[in-house]
Structures are given as structure tokens and as C-alpha cells.
């Protein structure tokens, strides 16, 4: 299972990428190795508002379709576009090329309610 | 059975393309002796099975009083007075009582479900895949017939039928030799496991239906539109309650409803006309060969080829329009 360092991490499994005031946003290889191949994506719009731990986007695979919550708050400020053709690349690079979304975060101080990789790694033996 | 062994989608493609593997071990059998002059058994089937050629299978219900579907089946014709039936693991038990109740005196009936593994072999390579098992044969046998074939001193069935639209076969062999036949299948480079989330994708790109969820005792075959299967030129349980239906015209319709985009419906969606809803999904996925969504569902009212209707769920709507059976064309069956 792979937790790249450096990123923030949700019990919900969505990862955030800090970089200066932007995060970029995805879903981490344990969420998209449980749902399997990943069929459909549906992004939230360039400049909507959304709330920390609030709905952000829809994930769906072969078997079944999954909410993606926001790790902080902000305005969205990028959405992957190649993900509507491909969405495979979520399953193929789950903290790169198969990002979500990138926004313009409010409040820096919401990644106390995140996670380090040492601790959502300790979370994901706790799962199992 | 496991959902999947490498990823649905490559072993749904694998499936079209080369030739899986299935372990289909859970599928209840039944072996019935019964004389074809006298039996009451040809009653307790929709299709006609006294008339049957020895060496075919024949796909078809069994029905309650109301013509609802307590199990769909396929019949094999084995000898002139042995049957086997393969029916639904969920329904054995149910099957089982349904045929005893009905069955006349002088018929035997054995359960031999625990007794008897199954490994369904799919796709275009299959045939060559088991003439180098069972021998060339193999080759002779014609969609839907069956025949015995000896391997490793043990008597197997094997049939030219499936679930996945591609050229295949259902293998049953004893239980204790399952395993050694699933080892020798995979040893063939061309052969690769697959799992239930691919016999899910497949067979409904196909529109066959799955008994408790697009078939039930809620449902006849006329609303599941599989009146085909259903021979109204004889005697079965449930014909009076078909054909009072047939008069009036069923309640509901199976329809098959087909996506421009890859948002999957799901089972348990409604189907709506504009605002009014008419239905319910039964099964719904993502279909792999043609990427867009793809559903079954029973409406009321009579939707044509083409309609446009709406699945929605909460937050969700997909636009779909009315089509054909199968949703996928181009197999090699």
C-alpha cells in the first residue's frame, strides 16, 4: 500500500497535497484498490465552495459508487479533466496523474483534523 | 467464488477476447429418472421437456399457480429417461420441494449439488482450450446440446451453454476433481480466473436476467418478456395464470435501458418519465464493452425502442432511452 510522506490524510481516504494555499486533492491506493476499477468521476465545478469533511465529488467502479469529501475548506480552483475519458488513471496513479481536483484552501489550520502518512498508515492496520 | 481475481474490467475483457474460468461449484444439479410416457415432470417445466432430443439443453422456468418464477433452469436431456436440471444455488432448496410435491410416483430424484463441481470455460478460445482436455470431440457439440466425456476415469457433462454471450461450455465433474481440472485449465497460458463481478458485467451486456433480482416470484416470464421460453402448447403450473395475464396484458415489462455516459444505474434506482416514475431498476452497471451505463428494469406502461426515459436516485440523474436485448452485439456465440 503505498502513503507518500508530505501529503495530508482523511479517515474517509482522500489525501491533500499543500502547496503554498492550493491542495490538491485525490483518493488514496487503499481507497482505490477497495473499489476496485474505477469507471466514472464526477468533479465539482471550478469556483464552487466547498466545506471541510462535505461532499465534493462521486467516485464510482464496477461494483458500487462512493462520496469524496473535501480535507479542507476553499474554492475549487482546477478539476482534472482527463479523468471524465480516463478514469482508470485513478487506479493506475492515485496521488498524480488521477488527482481529483486542486483548491484554493481558507483555512490552513483545518490540516490539525488530517492526518500524516505515519498516522494514516497506524489508522489502516487499525482497519484490518 | 470470489467477486474478482485481477480487476473486473480485465477479466471482463479477457472473458470477450480469450477464454476465462469460472468456479461455478455453488449452482445447484438435480439428476431425475422418470418414464417420458407417464412422468408428471414435463407439468412442473414451462418448456416441453418429454420432446426433447437426447443431448440438449433446453433453458426454461419453474412457476407457482400465479406464474410467478420460482426458479429459471436449464434442462439437459441425458439419456430417454435421465434429466439433470441446474438451477440456482438460492433456489435449490425451494426447487426441490416444488419437483417433490409434483413429481408422480415411479420418478427419481437426486440432489447431487454437493456432489458435483462446476467450472464454466468462456470465451472464443474455449473450444480449443478443451479439445486438448477432453479431446476433439468436444467440437461436435452444437449450442445448447451436451454430452459425457470421460476424464481421468471420471464421467463428466460437459455442454455448449453459459452465461456470457461468448462461445463456451459448462463443465461438471465430480467435486473431488475440480480443483485438478481448474489447475490443468490454468496451466493453458491462454486460460485466467475470473470471478462473480465479471459473470455480473458480462450477463447483463447480454440481457439474461439473475434469478432474484431481475426474475422472482413476483414476476412471470411474460413481464420479464422470456415468453419464448415458455411452450403454451402443453400443460405446465402457472399456464392459466400466463395465459389470463397474456390477455390482459402484463403489469410490468422487463425493459432494457442504455446510457451515453459512464455513470452506472444501480439496482434499486427509479426510472422515471420526465417526472412521473414508472419503475425500478433490477440490475445496473458500467458496461465494459461498450462503456456507458447500462440497466434492466420493470416499468408499467408500454415503453418502444428509443424512448427516452430517466434513472434518478437523490443526487443523481441519468438520461437513458429504451433498447434492445442484448446490449452487446458483436460475441462469438
Given at each position: 500500500m503505498?502513503?507518500?510522506?508530505?501529503l495530508?490524510?482523511t479517515k474517509d481516504?482522500?489525501?491533500?497535497?499543500l502547496?503554498?494555499?492550493?491542495?490538491y486533492?485525490?483518493?488514496?491506493?487503499?481507497?482505490?484498490?477497495s473499489?476496485g476499477?474505477?469507471?466514472?468521476?464526477e468533479l465539482?465545478k471550478?469556483?464552487?465552495?466547498l466545506?471541510?469533511?462535505?461532499?465534493s465529488?462521486?467516485?464510482e467502479?464496477?461494483?458500487?459508487?462512493?462520496d469524496?469529501y473535501a480535507?479542507?475548506?476553499?474554492?475549487?480552483?482546477?478539476v482534472n479533466?482527463?479523468?471524465a475519458a480516463?478514469?482508470?488513471?485513478?487506479?493506475?496513479?492515485?496521488?498524480?496523474k488521477?488527482?481529483?481536483?486542486?483548491m484554493?484552501?481558507?483555512?490552513?489550520a483545518e490540516?490539525?483534523a488530517?492526518?500524516d502518512?505515519?498516522a494514516y498508515k497506524?489508522?489502516l492496520e487499525?482497519?484490518? | 467464488?470470489p467477486?474478482?481475481?485481477?480487476?473486473?474490467?480485465a477479466?471482463?475483457?479477457?472473458?470477450?477476447?480469450?477464454?476465462?474460468?469460472?468456479?461455478?461449484?455453488h449452482?445447484?444439479?438435480f439428476m431425475?429418472?422418470?418414464?417420458?410416457a407417464?412422468s408428471?415432470?414435463d407439468?412442473?417445466?414451462?418448456?416441453?421437456?418429454?420432446?426433447m432430443?437426447?443431448?440438449?439443453?433446453?433453458?426454461?422456468?419453474?412457476?407457482?399457480?400465479e406464474?410467478?418464477i420460482?426458479?429459471d433452469l436449464?434442462v439437459?436431456?441425458?439419456?430417454?429417461k435421465?434429466?439433470?436440471?441446474?438451477?440456482?444455488?438460492a433456489?435449490?432448496?425451494?426447487?426441490?420441494?416444488q419437483?417433490?410435491?409434483?413429481?408422480?410416483?415411479?420418478?427419481c430424484?437426486?440432489?447431487?449439488?454437493?456432489?458435483?463441481?462446476?467450472?464454466?470455460?468462456?470465451?472464443?478460445?474455449?473450444r480449443?482450450?478443451l479439445?486438448?482436455?477432453?479431446g476433439?470431440?468436444i467440437?461436435?457439440?452444437g449450442?445448447y446440446s451436451?454430452g459425457?466425456?470421460f476424464?481421468?476415469?471420471e464421467?463428466?457433462?460437459?455442454?455448449r451453454?453459459?452465461y456470457?454471450?461468448?462461445?463456451?461450455y459448462?463443465?461438471y465433474?465430480?467435486l473431488e476433481k475440480t480443483?485438478?481440472?481448474?489447475d490443468?485449465?490454468?496451466k493453458?497460458?491462454?486460460?485466467?480466473p475470473?470471478?462473480?463481478?465479471?459473470?455480473?458485467?458480462?450477463?447483463?451486456?447480454m440481457?439474461?436476467p439473475?434469478?432474484?433480482?431481475?426474475?422472482?416470484?413476483?414476476?412471470?416470464?411474460?413481464?420479464?418478456?422470456?415468453?419464448r421460453?415458455v411452450?403454451?402448447?402443453k400443460?405446465?403450473?402457472?399456464?392459466r395464470a400466463?395465459l389470463?395475464?397474456r390477455e390482459a396484458?402484463?403489469?410490468?415489462?422487463?425493459?432494457?435501458?442504455?446510457?451515453?455516459a459512464?455513470?452506472a444505474p444501480r439496482?434499486?434506482?427509479g426510472?422515471f418519465?420526465?417526472?412521473r416514475?414508472v419503475g425500478?431498476?433490477?440490475s445496473?452497471?458500467?458496461s465494459?464493452?461498450l462503456s456507458?451505463?447500462i440497466?434492466?428494469?420493470?416499468?408499467s406502461g408500454?415503453?418502444?425502442?428509443?424512448?427516452?426515459?430517466f434513472?434518478?436516485e437523490?443526487?443523481?440523474?441519468i438520461p437513458?432511452?429504451?433498447t434492445?436485448k442484448?446490449?452487446?452485439?458483436?460475441?462469438?456465440l
Amino acid at each position: 500500500m503505498e502513503i507518500p510522506a508530505g501529503l495530508f490524510y482523511t479517515k474517509d481516504h482522500e489525501w491533500a497535497r499543500l502547496e503554498g494555499n492550493t491542495a490538491y486533492v485525490g483518493i488514496t491506493d487503499y481507497a482505490k484498490t477497495s473499489l476496485g476499477d474505477i469507471t466514472f468521476v464526477e468533479l465539482p465545478k471550478v469556483g464552487e465552495t466547498l466545506k471541510q469533511s462535505g461532499f465534493s465529488a462521486t467516485v464510482e467502479s464496477v461494483k458500487a459508487a462512493s462520496d469524496v469529501y473535501a480535507p479542507f475548506s476553499g474554492k475549487v480552483t482546477q478539476v482534472n479533466q482527463e479523468l471524465a475519458a480516463h478514469p482508470e488513471l485513478v487506479n493506475q496513479s492515485p496521488y498524480d496523474k488521477g488527482y481529483f481536483f486542486a483548491m484554493e484552501i481558507s483555512e490552513e489550520a483545518e490540516k490539525a483534523a488530517l492526518m500524516d502518512a505515519a498516522a494514516y498508515k497506524k489508522y489502516l492496520e487499525g482497519l484490518s | 467464488m470470489p467477486i474478482q481475481y485481477r480487476g473486473i474490467l480485465a477479466e471482463h475483457a479477457h472473458t470477450r477476447q480469450e477464454v476465462s474460468v469460472f468456479d461455478i461449484c455453488h449452482m445447484g444439479e438435480f439428476m431425475l429418472g422418470a418414464d417420458p410416457a407417464t412422468s408428471s415432470f414435463d407439468r412442473i417445466i414451462t418448456q416441453d421437456v418429454v420432446s426433447m432430443p437426447l443431448g440438449s439443453c433446453r433453458y426454461g422456468f419453474m412457476l407457482d399457480e400465479e406464474g410467478g418464477i420460482i426458479d429459471d433452469l436449464i434442462v439437459y436431456r441425458l439419456y430417454d429417461k435421465n434429466w439433470m436440471l441446474v438451477v440456482n444455488a438460492a433456489t435449490t432448496a425451494g426447487d426441490e420441494s416444488q419437483l417433490y410435491r409434483n413429481l408422480s410416483g415411479g420418478c427419481c430424484l437426486k440432489n447431487v449439488s454437493s456432489q458435483l463441481g462446476k467450472l464454466d470455460v468462456q470465451g472464443p478460445l474455449s473450444r480449443d482450450v478443451l479439445a486438448k482436455i477432453f479431446g476433439d470431440s468436444i467440437a461436435r457439440l452444437g449450442y445448447y446440446s451436451c454430452g459425457e466425456f470421460f476424464l481421468w476415469g471420471e464421467r463428466c457433462i460437459v455442454s455448449r451453454t453459459g452465461y456470457t454471450g461468448e462461445l463456451g461450455y459448462e463443465v461438471y465433474i465430480p467435486l473431488e476433481k475440480t480443483q485438478r481440472l481448474w489447475d490443468t485449465l490454468l496451466k493453458d497460458h491462454r486460460v485466467k480466473p475470473a470471478g462473480l463481478g465479471s459473470r455480473d458485467t458480462l450477463r447483463l451486456e447480454m440481457g439474461y436476467p439473475l434469478y432474484g433480482q431481475d426474475i422472482d416470484a413476483q414476476h412471470t416470464p411474460l413481464a420479464a418478456g422470456l415468453e419464448r421460453f415458455v411452450d403454451f402448447s402443453k400443460d405446465f403450473i402457472g399456464k392459466r395464470a400466463l395465459l389470463k395475464e397474456r390477455e390482459a396484458g402484463p403489469k410490468e415489462r422487463l425493459v432494457c435501458l442504455v446510457s451515453d455516459a459512464r455513470r452506472a444505474p444501480r439496482h434499486g434506482f427509479g426510472i422515471f418519465d420526465g417526472d412521473r416514475r414508472v419503475g425500478t431498476v433490477t440490475s445496473g452497471s458500467f458496461s465494459p464493452s461498450l462503456s456507458v451505463g447500462i440497466a434492466m428494469g420493470y416499468v408499467s406502461g408500454n415503453y418502444r425502442t428509443g424512448e427516452r426515459l430517466f434513472v434518478r436516485e437523490t443526487a443523481v440523474e441519468i438520461p437513458v432511452r429504451v433498447t434492445k436485448k442484448p446490449f452487446y452485439r458483436k460475441t462469438t456465440l
